[in-house]
């Protein structure tokens, strides 16, 4: 009976961490959804830059100044406390249509998005 009970309790735990874990990847995964805006004063040159990613949690597409159109599909790859890795596809615009990998550091306490290391992008309020 301390067997059968040991074994019940160990695998109630185990499922218990399984849906932390799938908890905390959802909340990073739907933070992620809505728009992101980039806007960056003009540089010595005179050229100011903007650009605009929207995530609905399945299609993505970018957009901004110099012109520039990006859309397609996207999945989660990787998902851990602050980092996403998204693996885009099916995509159309600007880019070469090949697929592509991006690695975003999200930081929920400012709403802010950075990606490539330094662009940081501002969720935008609905």
């Not at 874990?21 to 040159?45: C, F, H, P, R």
């Not at 090949?98 to 609905?126: H, P």
Request: net charge positive; proline share 2%.
């Amino acid at each position: 009976m301390k067997t059968i009970f040991s074994i019940a309790l160990f695998l109630l735990v185990f499922q218990m961490q399984g849906q932390k874990k799938k908890t905390k990847s959802m909340i990073n995964t739907k933070y992620l959804i809505g728009t992101w805006e980039l806007v960056q004063a003009a540089n010595g040159d005179g050229i100011s830059i903007s650009q605009t990613w929207e995530f609905n949690g399945v299609d993505v597409k970018m957009y901004g100044y110099p012109q520039i159109q990006q859309k397609g599909r996207y999945t989660v790859k990787k998902d851990s406390a602050d980092i996403l890795i998204l693996h885009l596809y099916g995509q159309e615009g600007d880019w070469r249509p090949a697929d592509k990998e991006l690695k975003l550091q999200i930081d929920r306490t400012k709403g802010i998005m950075t990606m490539g290391g330094s662009m940081e992008f501002k969720k935008k309020q609905d």
